[in-house]
């Protein structure tokens, strides 16, 4: 069986039992050994880290694992040997979040964890902390994979790969979600289940589908249970005749764009009500899910984990590595250079595609055009993307005002310029690129 060490950049995250929970279930299935196990955070978060850390050593020796876990906020250090290093960190933690969710309901639009002006300040802060990591890696550890789930997870792939030589690629539970869904939909077991993914991070689409390898999209997309399976993605019935007709299953973020109305009005309301925003939601629940990590009696992963958006991200990862480190190819879709793989998108920019993964990585898989309905909006959130990038890696003003015009959220320049002032003065602390560029 192969070993490696495996480095966990967020390690204090709520989510790390999660994937703690699948290298046990590969290590028993024979499939690898994640030999040594390094959690990594920042100071601030020392105490979580902590915690998490010996919740994971609990679940490790519980199921008899050889493998060795520590924690450490000396990244540097942390990443001497590393074969793979998984990024999921969250700079400005919750609190900078709740602030992204916030923060444009003021002005009438939605305020969002990745979409929005909300995954835009998300995007300011964390690219120049992705790329120092990235640095490091190619110095400490240059074989190394990063595996990048940080969020917003396609931009910060796309900053990645456009700005640093490490060997990476963005990741997301979405499409594995829908993957899931269609396979209780269809009565079948998940391996039985394939897709055809094209789009964006947060505004891809299923294509295609195949049971056993044979391609089963009409009945899919021409069953009277369709809606049903839209609901089951998290969609809502409402979208159903429509995407119906066009034949894909679109993420579910697509309902901040078609039903931006719709999550306007409900965000206002539960803001207004006192339920705060997700981030405020969420905050409730990690306190929830750290009191039951501190207990030394709790060694297996809590149902209340559950409540987080992140469910299967771990399978995502660790099919990727398990068809890495063995060189036995998979199909995952992943955030990764379009080189043409998604008609319509420039080659060199990053998008969620199916890909072939093997021994040398991943590689996208060429997909039919996505149809005209959606494309429009898939090219104009990449521009507000790519743009956003440059804005992040520069801190350019300009660049930054232009893309958060580009974004179809932002309803026109007055809106755009004084969201921007609010991010850059609300955030200063985390943007040292943007110091002393506040006028826009
Ligand atoms: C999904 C998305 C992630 C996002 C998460 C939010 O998993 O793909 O990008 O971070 O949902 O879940 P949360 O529980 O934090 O609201």
Redesign the pocket.
């Known amino acids: 069986m192969k070993e490696f060490k495996l480095v966990i950049i967020g390690g204090g995250s709520s989510y790390t039992p999660e994937l703690a929970g699948g290298l046990i279930s590969r290590w028993k299935q024979g499939e690898f050994l994640a030999r040594e196990i390094v959690l990594v955070d920042i100071p601030q978060g020392q105490k979580r880290l902590e915690t998490v850390s010996a919740f994971i050593q609990r679940m490790v020796q519980k199921a008899g694992m050889p493998a060795r876990i520590t924690s450490t906020t000396n990244r540097q250090e942390a990443l001497d040997g590393a074969s793979f290093v998984v990024s999921q960190m969250r700079v400005g933690g919750m609190k900078a979040r709740s602030m992204d969710e916030h923060l444009p309901l003021k002005y009438g639009v939605i305020g969002q964890?990745?979409t929005g002006p909300g995954g835009f300040a998300n995007a300011l802060r964390t690219i120049p902390v992705s790329l120092e990591l990235a640095q490091d890696i190619v110095r400490i550890c240059p074989k190394a994979w990063l595996l990048n789930f940080t969020?917003p997870?396609g931009l910060v792939t796309e900053a990645l790969l456009r700005y640093s030589d490490v060997n990476t690629f963005g990741l997301?539970?979405?499409p594995i979600g829908i993957k899931m869904a269609l396979a209780k939909a269809l009565l079948a077991s998940p391996e039985r289940v394939s897709i055809d993914v094209s789009g964006l991070n947060?505004l891809s689409f299923v294509t295609g589908v195949y049971l056993d390898g044979k391609d089963v999209s009409d009945q899919v997309f021409g069953s009277p249970l369709f809606p049903l399976y839209l609901d089951q993605t998290g969609i809502g019935k409402i979208m159903a005749p429509y995407l119906q007709h066009l034949k894909i299953i679109p993420s579910s973020y697509l309902q901040y764009y078609w039903g931006k109305n719709r999550a306007l009005e409900k965000e206002k309301k539960d803001v207004e009500a006192g339920k705060g925003t997700?981030a405020d939601e969420?905050m409730k629940?990690e306190k929830e899910l750290f009191e039951m990590y501190a207990d030394p009696r709790v060694d297996e992963m809590p149902p209340q984990l559950k409540?987080?958006?992140?469910a299967y991200?771990s399978d995502v990862a660790l099919n990727s590595i398990s068809a890495m480190v063995n060189d036995r190819p998979v199909v995952e879709a992943l955030n990764v250079k379009n080189k043409g793989a998604v008609p319509g998108i420039q080659p060199d920019a990053v998008v969620e595609v199916s890909c072939m993964v093997d021994g040398r990585g991943p590689s996208p898989i060429a997909q039919k055009p996505l149809p005209p309905e959606v494309l429009g909006l898939v090219q104009k959130v990449k521009a507000y993307e790519s743009l956003t990038v440059e804005a992040a890696v520069h801190g350019d003003v300009q660049k930054a005002f232009f893309a958060l015009l580009n974004h179809p959220l932002v309803p026109d320049a007055d809106t755009a310029a004084s969201i921007l002032k609010d991010i850059l003065a609300e955030n200063a602390e985390f943007l040292p690129q943007f110091k002393g560029k506040t006028e826009v």
């Open positions: 964890e990745t969020n997870s997301c539970n979405v947060h997700r969420v629940i409540k987080r958006g992140g991200y």
